[in-house]
């Protein structure tokens, strides 16, 4: 079957650790890795695998735009901002992996839909696509009043970018809870662990919900956990879902969620990093499917986002 | 001008204190006691929820009273007193430092776990640029070396600090202990070094004497020793113990030690002592904050409080981490139940 091309920018961790998720991808096929070391790991990596590499970063890959359709950018929020344009202009659709935003933030189980022909996608950030999920799940049965958050990741795997700014994934992952999840306000904290060895991604998840049918909501979180499965197979709930009843005739459920990554390349702790590039790939993968099936309809970035 | 030497005190009733009244402080309480201490010739008054700007969440607890209110009440009434506002880092944002610094705050402690200074750059920056001093916070400082310490106090001076405290989050330090991390620190910067104490060992005052000897210069305290686990360094005691030694605080000692007893007294809940749980936290190296946390999740599913710690002992966790306490006395209690194995929802 014909599958659609990707390209990778960027050689690093995530970078490399997308390559392998790639090349299980059923309708993806990656043909192209893009860095700025000649010598790095991953390029060699990618070579290995059978991918065209160039270590002239965004230049050396639109030398090789008819080989590819899809891109991820795996770099900095600020080698992004440089590069969305380019890739615009020469008609490429790019899923952006970095705080960057150029585009609509996109959860692949919750909102992908409205994004159809979108020339540029944001991934929230890893809390938001940890846990966003099952805000909507709640909010499919019952109005959110109010979902928190807590993301723990090991220190080990919280990289420069994330610990200069860290803010960044607060306020992000807050704003996703509410604009995406539907949450009328939403909270995201953030915890770096240090233990070693180092723990699994871990995140909390609280909704405040008008009264409803706990079995409703049970049987919703039941189903988003399916469904996120499918392509994080790691993602666990440690214990039951929590619902209790609060003052004024509301619910409050409780869930504890465990990440472990599925250590493509990325070690197995590091679940936050695992949720990005599975993430990626499953946006990608639908993505594809649309452009395949021809349903994908391009739109002006800025017509989409007045 | 007298020559002795002078020590900074921050008293934090208003906000480790917090702890200690799953923080619900009134604004009028606030006001009450900000006025009390200002008058008392306190230095430095710091008043937020206990885990600092933004903690008010399901996690932590909710305030009673917004930062907004509280903040607003302190500073209505503040004189000489510098107000003081804690920010953690993952938790609260740069604009909620930035909402602080509107309502008055010119003293910011920013707190990090003791080998993660490196995610309060841009906090530190941002007070700095607002003008506030800033004190950053190394918590659960027994968890790291002395060599540590060091490290991370060098890049807290780097970004810009005024001050680096070894913060014995869990009361787990020694006399001895305390004393090797001030030393570090004093060799490796040049800012002031400062510490913050917890009880659960019955070494608050001790600890804070030991760091003042080996060369800190400015201390956390409570009145009545109201905080977080068996509370914080009383600042009465601390007041006139220093007194006794020959520093300076510009603290009056009978005016303080009247804030303890008629103004502060009153609105505590319950007096904060050693009790066993608060003690084993000492003992074990347990985040004080979780002390109410692991009370009422012990009682909710009917596990002992102590055994609950013990699990968050082994699972290394630190500050931040109240949300895991709920899922390890579900676990605890599912055992208890003797239901082989944890209930997943998956098969």
Sequence with gaps: ?????????????????????????????????????????????????????????????????????????????????ENAPLLKKANKIAIDLTPAAVGPYVIPLVNLNEHLGEPNVNLVSCGGQATVPFVHAMREVAPVEYAEIVATIASKSAGPGTRQNIDEFTDTTARGLEKIGGAKHGKAIIVLNPAEPPILMRNTIYGIVEETDPEKLLRSIERMLTRIKEYVPGYRLRAKPLIEDVPDGKKKVTLFVEVEGAGDYLPKYAGNLDMMTSAAVKVGDEIGKHLLAGTWKKKDNVEARA | MSDKVKIHILDSTLRDGSHALAHQFTAEQVTNVVKALDDAGVEIIEVSHGDG????????????????????????????????????????TKDDLKMAADFGAKVAQI???????????QHVGVAKKMGMEVISMLMMSHMGSPEKIAEQGKLVESYGSDVVLVTDSAGALMPHSAKERIAALR???????????????????????????????????????????????PTEVIAAVLDKLG????????????????IVQPIMPKPVRIGKVSLTMGYAGIYSSFLLHADRAAEKFGVDA??????????????????????????????????????????
């Design chain 2, 53 to 92: 700007l933004g903690g008010s969440t399901v996690t932590y607890g909710f305030s009673k009273q917004s930062e907004l209110e509280l903040l607003k009440a302190a500073s209505s009434v503040i004189k000489k007193a510098k107000l003081a506002v804690l920010l953690l880092p993952g938790i609260g």
């Design chain 2, 111 to 121: 707190a990090t776990h003791v080998t993660e200074a490196d995610i309060s750059e």
């Design chain 2, 187 to 233: 060799a490796a910067v040049k800012i002031d070094i400062g510490f913050h104490g917890h009880n659960n060992l019955s070494l608050a005052v001790a600890n804070s004497v030991a760091a003042i000897e080996e060369g800190a210069r400015w201390l956390d305290a409570c009145t009545c020793g109201l905080g977080a686990g068996s509370g914080n360094t």
């Design chain 1, 1 to 81: 079957m014909e599958k659609v091309k990707a390209a990778i920018i960027g050689s690093g961790n995530i970078g490399t650790d997308l390559l392998y998720k790639l090349k299980r991808s059923n309708i993806l096929e990656p043909t192209i890795m893009a860095g700025i070391i000649p010598e790095s790991e991953g390029l060699a990596r990618a070579r290995k695998e059978g991918l065209v590499t160039t270590h002239e970063g965004i230049e050396g890959l639109l030398q090789l735009a008819d080989q590819f359709d899809i891109a991820f950018e795996a770099t900095t929020a600020r080698a992004h901002m």
């Design chain 2, 247 to 262: 520093y300076e605080t510009g603290i009056d000692l009978w005016k303080i030690m009247d804030v303890a007893e008629e």
């Design chain 2, 306 to 347: 102590r055994d609950i710690l013990v699990e968050l002992g082994k699972l290394k966790l630190v500050g931040g981490q109240e949300d895991q306490i709920v899922e390890v006395a579900l676990a605890l209690a599912e055992k208890k139940k003797q239901v082989p194995g944890r209930e997943n929802l998956q098969t």
